[in-house]
């Protein structure tokens, strides 16, 4: 005979079970694929800007026009279901930004957008004229990114460049873990109040911010003679290893 515990779970609805699993989780495996691919898109092209100012500053510049739209939208009154997010200490990235590129560019850097930018903002816009909580997503996403990968471009920055100038816009006065989890707290409280239609239409979206921060990347355009010191790299690599290959054979057949 079943125990009380064992029946309640035996007769479990399985869609209670889902339903236990918090919003955050299933936006992180909706945009799995995309994500993943993303992320390869901004490593490398940031990483070549390690070696290039202007890649760096090029992708900053981009990325920047994203972070001042989600803080204004979240700084406005109507927008009263993204004032929790605004409200996480240390998070607006708007002025850290504004610091890296007047470090680049001086006080007055080219205020025009691209095509990427303006399809961004455009896109922003009418989420935000559609339903304000439609450009949640977008924030989660964005944060969370610099927040976590956006760490380890900032090390390898400072590593580049020893003043460490330039990658303010990655750095928190605050204690990252917490504002992470402060994060996914404010996004699943959010989620919890909005009905199924709603919740899949944020899955959708969370899609989106990694889409459109893919047309950012590809179009900061890496310089040729970059390109072709790192094939030439890549090539003195390869025959390297070929010729290790060719001498360690040789060593052991006079050995056996």
Known sequence: ?????????KNKNPSSAAEEIKFTERMRKATRKEHRISDALINAKMTIGMTDSKVWVEGLRRFYVVYQYLEIAMKKEENYNLHKFGQINGLFRTQPFESSLRHYLGEKWPSGTTKAMAEYSNYLLSLENENHVLLSPFIYHM??????GGQILMAKQRMAFSDGKGSEAFYFDINVREAKNHLRNEMNALAEKLDD?????????SKMVYLLNNKLVKEVKVPTEILLIKLIFVIGIFILVILLWKVSKKFLMVLF
Do not use: A, F, H, Q
């Not at 944060?143 to 976590?148: K, P, Q, R, T």
């Open 1 to 9: 005979m079943l125990t009380e515990v064992e029946n309640n779970d």
């Open 143 to 148: 944060y969370m990114g610099i927040l976590s």
């Open 197 to 205: 239609e709603t919740k899949l239409r944020l899955l959708k979206e």
